[in-house]
């Protein structure tokens, strides 16, 4: 079965410094989404991404974050000076034309 | 604001017993909604969804029930088996579009006991 690769597993980074975190997502998906879990919350929408563009994104992801499908296959997610409050389980996903996301099995983002 | 609420953080049941997870949402807008297991260091997995035009959807062990007035639907799984254990998230969207975003709620720990 198809599957949503992302990488790393697992990133440890100081505070100030700036992630990428990157998934390859099913190869004829259509909608791409990157969306986050800070330990004992909930999962947090972040941003939707539709023909090389934004087509929505949360008050949470503000000027600080990216994204970008640069080769076609690969969706990166930029944090560009990353704070305390970035560490999450951060959770790529995509879709094709149903309501069923596949999500991946997620980057571990330890701020320091 | 809270829009989709799982107000069990947590639950046990005995193997073979009937599971019974709830949800509620507040938002009128809502017409599909989708349940998700998600195993520690996993991303959440499609189980199953149901629109608003149903008030029931069921898949093998796995029904979903729809209360449109309350805006309340649950998940219940019978029989209960240990590979149920897992964190249930129920999730909601809105709007026509099929790429619209949707919404989870905060989860519910499963527990199956022998």
């Known amino acids: 079965e198809p599957e949503v690769t992302q990488t790393p597993s697992h990133q440890v980074t100081q505070m100030g410094q700036e992630v990428i975190l990157r998934c390859v997502p099913i190869s004829n998906h259509l909608y791409f989404y990157w969306y986050r879990q800070i330990l004992g919350q909930k999962v947090e929408f972040l941003v939707s991404?539709?023909?090389?563009?934004?087509?929505?994104k949360s008050e949470i992801f503000d000027d600080q974050f990216s994204v970008e499908r640069p080769d076609g296959s690969n969706f990166t997610l930029k944090i560009r000076s990353t704070k305390l409050e970035d560490s999450a389980m951060y959770f790529c996903a995509s879709m094709w034309t149903n309501y069923g996301y596949t999500f991946g099995s997620g980057t571990r983002l330890t701020v320091v | 604001d809270q829009q989709v609420k799982q107000n069990s953080p947590s639950l046990s049941v005995q193997e073979g017993r009937i599971s019974i997870l709830n949800c509620d949402y507040t938002?009128?807008?809502?017409?599909?909604f989708l349940w998700y297991k998600k195993y520690p260091a996993e991303g959440p997995t499609f189980l199953i969804s149901i629109s608003s035009i149903k008030d029931k959807n069921e898949d093998g062990r796995f029904t979903v029930f729809l209360n449109k007035s309350a805006k309340h639907l649950s998940l219940h799984i019978v029989p209960s088996q240990p590979g149920d254990s897992a964190v249930y998230f129920c999730a909601a969207s809105a709007g026509m579009n099929r790429d619209d975003k949707i919404i989870f709620g905060k989860g519910t720990r499963l527990h199956i006991l022998p």
């Open positions: 991404f539709y023909n090389n563009e934004i087509s929505e």
């Open positions: 938002n009128s807008m809502f017409d599909y």
